[in-house]
């Protein structure tokens, strides 16, 4: 079809629309709304591959199983890439429509949603700062709305009124209501008073109440608003039981200067103060007789601007009335905040006899805000910005290079073996571990650069104004530093970490791309030994992504059964028989087609999947050597075991369990390990292999002498054989080296009454040299590949009708 024949009517659409051709998926038309959205020139995008503008696997993954016939429709939200790298957060639906007969176009539809995600986030904030100034408040708070619906309350308010678990668990307005109805005493001054509030939005009112415990709480109803039109009432409740206890109703009006918990002053018409209550005495340190005559703007001159005064005695003259926060400070120098009001008292003439100022202590509340700012934009633990901080400096930090045309790196830090501290001496001690790296990082950076805890043992350092020199003498500088030997409560050990380091802008223009590649890059350290750092390299991702791939299509190949056994015939040396086989792991995917162990099986270790398929290899081996049985044929089988597979918990049993099932006597089983398993804890190792062959499982050391060799261990060890690695078999025996090595296995073995097998035998010439040099066995394509059940099967046929002839 005629692609421009569609512009009329795509652009006509208020939503972004472009349209993909169904075979080559290439954009074919696209309107100016999603030109705009991405930041292009007109025509800029037709002729492009539509996946040139996905920006998450979901979308990729997606127009993957389009070109695959797999997917034809998709609806949800996600992220496009705009012209400039820079992703938008849009609401998308893919649909395959059908123009003609045989003519189909896909349309892609999107809408902008980030200005609905700022709402959103902007929203989720005020509701938190809402919720943290309603519960940091020492008086009970009712908010609700002009018909009396209940919106909001804080535990203060559930304190003073004693309110039940059932009512504070669910909704249930009536029921608060009747709750307060019952425990006033005057319950028909309450409905009075109550009834005159709620027919008067906009009155503003002051009670007393008096609960039947005995409690007096003051009420002051104020009306909400919102855009200067009253949307509800905020009822503040505080309790006065104890200021009243000792006083009768009458006189309360005369002592409430004296008793106010508020600090109160009375000037004259000429702001000469005249009178201070106690409270006032007690908030700044001076004595009634040291503030008697002063000004009453001393109480803002010493921290206040001669501007900010002037303005709040205007607005007093010319309003009556003056309320804020302001500054002062205490007759020991020290200052403190609070919320300060002046009320001007007029006489019959109107004329100004006394001026009232209040000042609450703001002292504890500021704390507490600050307290609030801590929590919510640093680490509880190190005290280091968190993940909300840090995204604002690099948001500044990516803006100010771009103004400036410089550059700045982003580097994430990860602790090796941090694990190990936590399980061995436990994660109270890893906490105080964790507060002594940040230390040590924030020693290592500028007064302008950021480092930032994410969470567990993994840090992210923002390096300002640097180039890829400088931040490799950071790097260097941070490995230094935290190799240097730690020591808490007497215990001195060492940790090191593993750093990766995207540079801005070459690496990525957002943090999230940042941060994401400085990963990707530290990722890379880890696989390469650990204790290094690493910049990022674009096909670091496309790496990570093929192994997501295959660990996914490793998972599925489980559930499909896709995986398959082989078995290579193992060989007596000295009779020419075969004693058994190795099950050797085999799989072929529909859409990768056969894949080689050693592409998948170093993914799988990484991914722990290697537990599923070491079981799932242990059990199809077992049971297939328990049908040879059942035929008649006495095979021993070699089964290779993982060094996650070993460390399981259950392993032993795991082994017994699936010996049962079978009915296969242990012995016929052979389990090959890697001296690294061995090694890596002596002692729970050495309980598994004694475990294994009290059982009477046979044990070897697999690709023996490529690792950490040592006498001691098989010495300890129940080990019944060792196979030479196939590294030292090729060049037998025309190289000298291979043929010390094999030869001192060989004696080796020998004296510590251990049988040995060669992996890789290919020529007779070898089978010969091994025979001569005293190897017991082997394997290998001299005798035959790995094959499948049915070719084995029909090799040991053929083997079996000729029981007079020695195969080799």
Same mark, same amino acid.
Request: with cysteine.
């Given at each position: 079809?005629?692609?421009?024949?569609?512009?009329?009517?795509?652009?006509?659409?208020?939503?972004?629309?472009?349209?993909?051709?169904?075979?080559?998926?290439?954009?074919?038309?696209?309107?100016?709304?999603?030109?705009?959205?991405?930041?292009?020139?007109?025509?800029?995008?037709?002729?492009?591959?539509?996946?040139?503008?996905?920006?998450?696997?979901?979308?990729?993954?997606?127009?993957?199983?389009?070109?695959?016939?797999?997917?034809?429709?998709?609806?949800?939200?996600?992220?496009?890439?705009?012209?400039?790298?820079?992703?938008?957060?849009?609401?998308?639906?893919?649909?395959?429509?059908?123009?003609?007969?045989?003519?189909?176009?896909?349309?892609?539809?999107?809408?902008?949603?980030?200005?609905?995600?700022?709402?959103?986030?902007?929203?989720?904030?005020?509701?938190?700062?809402?919720?943290?100034?309603?519960?940091?408040?020492?008086?009970?708070?009712?908010?609700?709305?002009?018909?009396?619906?209940?919106?909001?309350?804080?535990?203060?308010?559930?304190?003073?009124?004693?309110?039940?678990?059932?009512?504070?668990?669910?909704?249930?307005?009536?029921?608060?209501?009747?709750?307060?109805?019952?425990?006033?005493?005057?319950?028909?001054?309450?409905?009075?008073?109550?009834?005159?509030?709620?027919?008067?939005?906009?009155?503003?009112?002051?009670?007393?109440?008096?609960?039947?415990?005995?409690?007096?709480?003051?009420?002051?109803?104020?009306?909400?608003?919102?855009?200067?039109?009253?949307?509800?009432?905020?009822?503040?409740?505080?309790?006065?039981?104890?200021?009243?206890?000792?006083?009768?109703?009458?006189?309360?009006?005369?002592?409430?200067?004296?008793?106010?918990?508020?600090?109160?002053?009375?000037?004259? =018409? &000429?702001?000469?103060? @005249?009178?201070?209550?106690?409270?006032?005495?007690? %908030? $700044? *340190?001076?004595?009634?007789?040291? !503030? /008697?005559?002063?000004?009453?703007?001393?109480?803002?001159?010493?921290?206040?601007?001669?501007?900010?005064?002037?303005?709040?005695?205007?607005?007093?003259?010319?309003?009556?009335?003056?309320?804020?926060?302001?500054?002062?400070?205490?007759?020991?120098?020290?200052?403190?905040?609070?919320?300060?009001?002046?009320?001007?008292?007029?006489?019959?003439?109107?004329?100004?006899?006394?001026?009232?100022?209040?000042?609450?202590?703001?002292?504890?509340?500021? =704390? &507490?805000?600050?307290? @609030?700012?801590?929590?919510?934009?640093?680490?509880? %633990? $190190? *005290?280091?910005?968190?993940?909300? !901080? /840090?995204?604002?400096?690099?948001?500044?930090?990516?803006?100010?290079?771009?103004?400036?045309?410089?550059?700045?790196?982003?580097?994430?830090?990860?602790?090796?073996?941090?694990?190990?501290?936590?399980?061995?001496?436990?994660?109270?001690?890893?906490?105080?571990?964790?507060?002594?790296?940040?230390?040590?990082?924030?020693?290592?950076?500028?007064?302008?650069?950021?480092?930032?805890?994410?969470?567990?043992?993994?840090?992210?350092?923002?390096?300002?104004?640097?180039?890829?020199?400088?931040?490799?003498?950071?790097?260097?500088?941070? %490995?230094?530093?935290?190799?240097?030997?730690?020591? /808490?409560?007497?215990?001195?050990?060492?940790?090191?970490?593993?750093?990766?380091?995207?540079?801005?802008?070459?690496?990525?223009?957002?943090?999230?791309?940042?941060?994401?590649?400085?990963?990707?890059?530290?990722?890379?350290?880890?696989?390469?030994?650990?204790?290094?750092?690493?910049?990022?390299?674009?096909?670091?991702?496309?790496?990570?992504?093929?192994?997501?791939?295959?660990?996914?299509?490793?998972?599925?190949?489980?559930?499909?059964?896709?995986?398959?056994?082989?078995?290579?015939?193992?060989?007596?040396?000295?009779?020419?028989?075969?004693?058994?086989?190795?099950?050797?792991?085999?799989?072929?995917?529909?859409?990768?087609?056969?894949?080689?162990?050693?592409?998948?099986?170093?993914?799988?270790?990484?991914?722990?999947?290697?537990?599923?398929?070491?079981?799932?290899?242990?059990?199809?081996?077992?049971?297939?050597?328990?049908?040879?049985?059942?035929?008649?044929?006495?095979?021993?089988?070699?089964?290779?075991?993982?060094?996650?597979?070993?460390?399981?918990?259950?392993?032993?049993?795991?082994?017994?369990?699936?010996?049962?099932?079978?009915?296969?006597?242990?012995?016929?089983?052979?389990?090959?390990?890697?001296?690294?398993?061995?090694?890596?804890?002596?002692?729970?190792?050495?309980?598994?292999?004694?475990?294994?062959?009290?059982?009477?499982?046979?044990?070897?050391?697999?690709?023996?002498?490529?690792?950490?060799?040592?006498?001691?261990?098989?010495?300890?060890?129940?080990?019944?054989?060792?196979?030479?690695?196939?590294?030292?078999?090729?060049?037998?025996?025309?190289?000298?080296?291979?043929?010390?090595?094999?030869?001192?296995?060989?004696?080796?073995?020998?004296?510590?009454?251990?049988?040995?097998?060669?992996?890789?035998?290919?020529?007779?010439?070898?089978?010969?040299?091994?025979?001569?040099?005293?190897?017991?066995?082997?394997?290998?394509?001299?005798?035959?590949?790995?094959?499948?059940?049915?070719?084995?099967?029909?090799?040991?046929?053929?083997?079996?009708?000729?029981?007079?002839?020695?195969?080799?």
């Amino acid at each position: 079809m005629n692609a421009p024949n569609w512009h009329p009517l795509i652009e006509g659409m208020l939503e972004a629309v472009w349209l993909v051709d169904p075979i080559e998926l290439r954009i074919v038309a696209v309107n100016r709304a999603a030109e705009t959205l991405l930041g292009a020139e007109p025509g800029a995008f037709v002729g492009q591959p539509v996946i040139d503008l996905s920006a998450t696997p979901e979308d990729m993954f997606f127009w993957e199983d389009v070109a695959a016939g797999l997917s034809d429709q998709i609806f949800s939200e996600t992220l496009l890439r705009r012209r400039d790298g820079t992703t938008v957060q849009v609401e998308r639906r893919v649909s395959l429509i059908k123009v003609s007969q045989g003519a189909s176009v896909y349309v892609v539809a999107a809408r902008d949603q980030s200005a609905q995600r700022q709402v959103e986030n902007e929203l989720e904030k005020l509701i938190a700062e809402l919720r943290a100034t309603l519960e940091s408040t020492a008086d009970g708070i009712l908010v609700s709305d002009l018909e009396g619906g209940i919106r909001g309350y804080n535990h203060r308010f559930a304190e003073m009124w004693n309110l039940p678990h059932e009512l504070l668990t669910q909704r249930n307005d009536a029921g608060i209501y009747a709750w307060m109805y019952q425990c006033v005493l005057d319950t028909e001054h309450y409905t009075d008073r109550l009834g005159a509030i709620s027919r008067s939005p906009l009155l503003e009112a002051t009670d007393v109440l008096v609960l039947r415990t005995g409690h007096v709480l003051e009420r002051v109803t104020l009306p909400q608003y919102a855009r200067g039109r009253p949307i509800g009432r905020v009822f503040s409740y505080r309790d006065i039981t104890q200021r009243l206890a000792d006083e009768a109703r009458l006189q309360l009006a005369s002592k409430v200067f004296e008793s106010s918990l508020d600090a109160i002053f009375v000037t004259d =018409a &000429a702001h000469r103060i @005249i009178a201070v209550n106690p409270s006032c005495e007690k %908030l $700044t *340190g001076y004595t009634q007789a040291e !503030l /008697l005559e002063q000004p009453s703007r001393a109480f803002f001159s010493d921290l206040s601007e001669a501007a900010f005064i002037e303005q709040f005695m205007e607005q007093l003259v010319r309003e009556g009335l003056w309320e804020g926060e302001v500054w002062n400070r205490r007759k020991n120098g020290k200052p403190y905040l609070c919320l300060a009001s002046m009320v001007r008292v007029l006489d019959e003439e109107g004329a100004p006899v006394h001026y009232i100022g209040f000042f609450k202590d703001l002292s504890e509340t500021h =704390a &507490a805000r600050k307290r @609030i700012e801590e929590l919510a934009y640093n680490d509880a %633990l $190190t *005290g280091l910005p968190n993940r909300l !901080l /840090l995204a604002e400096r690099i948001e500044h930090a990516l803006s100010l290079a771009d103004r400036n045309g410089g550059s700045c790196a982003v580097l994430f830090l990860d602790l090796d073996h941090f694990k190990h501290i936590n399980d061995s001496l436990g994660h109270l001690f890893g906490d105080r571990v964790l507060i002594e790296v940040a230390e040590r990082l924030k020693d290592c950076l500028r007064h302008i650069d950021t480092a930032a805890r994410l969470g567990g043992d993994e840090f992210v350092l923002l390096l300002n104004q640097v180039d890829a020199r400088g931040t490799e003498i950071t790097a260097q500088r941070i %490995l230094d530093t935290l190799s240097r030997p730690f020591t /808490l409560d007497d215990i001195t050990f060492t940790v090191t970490c593993s750093i990766g380091i995207a540079l801005y802008p070459g690496d990525g223009v957002t943090m999230d791309d940042l941060i994401k590649n400085a990963d990707s890059a530290m990722y890379h350290v880890k696989e390469r030994g650990r204790a290094d750092f690493r910049f990022y390299q674009r096909q670091m991702n496309i790496g990570l992504l093929s192994r997501m791939k295959l660990d996914h299509a490793m998972r599925l190949a489980l559930e499909n059964n896709d995986f398959r056994l082989h078995y290579q015939p193992q060989v007596d040396l000295a009779s020419g028989n075969i004693f058994g086989a190795e099950a050797l792991i085999r799989w072929h995917d529909k859409e990768l087609g056969d894949i080689p162990p050693a592409s998948f099986i170093p993914v799988a270790e990484q991914t722990g999947v290697i537990v599923a398929i070491g079981n799932w290899v242990l059990t199809e081996a077992v049971r297939q050597c328990a049908a040879w049985q059942a035929q008649g044929r006495t095979l021993t089988m070699a089964v290779n075991v993982s060094a996650l597979q070993f460390q399981q918990v259950n392993f032993v049993e795991g082994v017994a369990e699936v010996l049962r099932t079978f009915s296969l006597p242990p012995a016929m089983l052979e389990l090959e390990l890697t001296e690294s398993i061995l090694l890596r804890d002596i002692d729970e190792a050495l309980a598994r292999l004694d475990a294994l062959a009290a059982m009477g499982v046979r044990l070897s050391i697999d690709d023996f002498g490529t690792g950490y060799s040592s006498l001691s261990y098989l010495k300890r060890f129940p080990i019944h054989k060792l196979k030479i690695d196939r590294s030292f078999i090729s060049e037998l025996p025309d190289h000298d080296s291979d043929t010390a090595i094999v030869k001192a296995i060989i004696n080796m073995a020998q004296a510590l009454k251990l049988r040995v097998i060669a992996e890789g035998v290919e020529t007779e010439t070898q089978r010969h040299f091994l025979a001569s040099s005293g190897c017991d066995e082997f394997q290998g394509f001299l005798c035959n590949p790995a094959l499948s059940n049915e070719e084995f099967e029909q090799f040991m046929e053929t083997a079996e009708k000729q029981p007079q002839t020695k195969l080799f």
